[in-house]
């Protein structure tokens, strides 16, 4: 048997994300952890530091030289790296006990 290669790999697990993402979407499950998500990350103060964070890359750069693409370019990375561990568990958790009940 041979492996299959990374290509085939990667195509097969776009189909599994592509597969899971429609499953929460129809099932309007995808909203409901959007909204569980978005209190949390409230309640953690990730929104106050990622906007903190904004006002910081705009003060170093300078307002007239950032577009808003650049602005988005560089603080994507921080708000990625600063969601909590505990609430990208939980929401993996929700995900797997959605995907076992559906």
């Known amino acids: 048997v041979m492996a299959?290669?990374?290509?085939?790999r990667r195509r097969k697990d776009e189909q599994?994300?592509?597969?899971?993402?429609?499953k929460l979407s129809e099932s309007g499950e995808k909203d409901r952890l959007k909204e569980i998500l978005r209190t949390r990350l409230v309640?953690?103060?990730?929104?106050e530091?990622?906007?903190s964070h904004c006002k910081e890359v705009i003060k170093n750069k300078g307002l007239e030289k950032i577009t808003v693409e650049q602005l988005v370019d560089e603080i994507t990375p921080h708000g990625r790296?600063?969601?909590?561990?505990?609430?990208?568990?939980?929401?993996?958790?929700?995900i797997?006990?959605?995907?076992?009940t559906n």
């Open 4 to 8: 299959e290669s990374l290509a085939e």
């Open 16 to 22: 599994v994300r592509e597969t899971i993402n429609m």
């Open 43 to 47: 309640e953690a103060g990730w929104f």
């Open 96 to 100: 797997r006990t959605f995907l076992q």
């Open 81 to 94: 790296a600063t969601v909590p561990e505990e609430i990208k568990a939980d929401l993996l958790n929700r």
């Open 49 to 51: 530091d990622l906007k």
